[in-house]
T-cell receptor, first 110, second 116 residues
Framework: TQLLEQSPQFLSIQEGENLTVYCNSS?????LQWYRQEPGEGPVLLVT?????EVKKLKRLTFQFGDARKDSSLHITAAQPGDTGLYLCAGGKGAQKLVFGQGTRLTINP | EPEVTQTPSHQVTQMGQEVILRCVPI?????FYWYRQILGQKVEFLVSFYNNEISEKSEIFDDQFSVERPDGSNFTLKIRSTKLEDSAMYFC??????????????FGQGTRLTVV
């Protein structure tokens, strides 16, 4: 069974602070996708990483895929209240399906 | 921007009734999926569909579930006899290629199914 564990599950910080959330597995994934999900809505894709060690930036968000392709991190610089939401990682293994983590619920306080 | 659309947004049904959830995937996508998310839990894979047939399904996707692509645009999930534990958000997704190859999967807004 392929499992993705995200940590922390909940994170509440002040506006302007930096943060990192993690997505870890004992399995190797050929790609990893990060999504953001608002209450009552579908996951919205933020980024896909494919190559071990790959780093992608999306404005203040930096995504990294681990060298062994078993883990990933999302770093947010100078967090803003608009960053509040549920962040999901999902791994693909060349198979049809994505395996999702349980998510990190992020709250940025003004 | 192309998007996956799902109808209805909310469906309430009595236990034992059949429901059909509908999805219109992104038009040039080839792979179609259904996922579900029970309140407060992980998004779980149900089934994938390619070339007019099921290509992979999870243990959740038992004989009570079926999928169909009745025409060139719609993709449906049918639950034959709903149970209370089928209450969840159901998400349709589509992709141009296999998600594991690095191709993005795009999700719809979901249908909230409530079985009473």
């Amino acid at each position: 069974t392929q499992l993705l564990e995200q940590s922390p599950q909940f994170l509440s910080i002040q506006e302007g602070e930096n943060l990192t959330v993690y997505c870890n597995s004992s399995s190797v994934f050929s790609s990893l996708q990060w999504y953001r999900q608002e209450p009552g809505e579908g996951p919205v894709l933020l980024v896909t990483v494919v190559t071990g060690g790959e780093v992608k930036k999306l404005k203040r968000l930096t995504f990294q895929f681990g060298d062994a392709r078993k883990d990933s991190s999302l770093h947010i610089t100078a967090a803003q209240p608009g960053d509040t939401g549920l962040y999901l990682c999902a791994g693909g293994k060349g198979a049809q399906k994505l395996v999702f983590g349980q998510g990190t619920r992020l709250t940025i306080n003004p | 921007e192309p998007e996956v659309t799902q109808t209805p947004s909310h469906q309430v049904t009595q236990m034992g009734q059949e429901v059909i959830l509908r999805c219109v995937p992104i038009s040039n996508h080839l792979y179609f999926y259904w996922y579900r998310q029970i309140l407060g839990q992980k998004v779980e894979f149900l089934v994938s569909f390619y070339n007019n047939e099921i290509s992979e399904k999870s243990e959740i996707f038992d004989d009570q579930f079926s999928v169909e692509r009745p025409d060139g645009s719609n993709f449906t999930l049918k639950i034959r006899s709903t149970k209370l534990e089928d209450s969840a958000m159901y998400f349709c997704a589509s992709s141009w290629n296999l998600p594991g190859s690095g191709t993005e999967a795009f999700f719809g807004q979901g249908t909230r199914l409530t079985v009473v």
